[in-house]
C-alpha cells in the first residue's frame, strides 16, 4: 500500500480526466499512476505530481487544517499569507 506524501494515509486514489493521472481524495495530492500487467511482473506506483518545493508547506497547510489542497484556494492563500507575517 502506498502512503501519500502530504496527508501521510494510504492513498485513496481517484481517477483525474487525463489518462493516469489522479489525486489522493483525501488531500487532493495529485498523482499519476503507473500500472502494468501482471505479466510484466512490475510494481504499480503513485508518483507525486507535486513540485518538490511545494511538498512541505503542503504538508504543513494539511496537517494544520485538515484541508484538502485543491478545494479550498482562498483559505489556502489566507493562510499562507499568514506564514509571511
Ligand atoms: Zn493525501
Known sequence: MSKCKICKDIILFRWGIRHGFG??????TPYKYYHYDDENNRE???ECRLKEEYVDVAQQYYQETGKRLDAE?????EWLKKKGE
Open 44 to 46: 504499480k506506483y503513485f
Open 73 to 77: 484556494v482562498e483559505g489556502f492563500e
Open 23 to 28: 489525486e489522493c481524495v483525501r488531500c487532493g
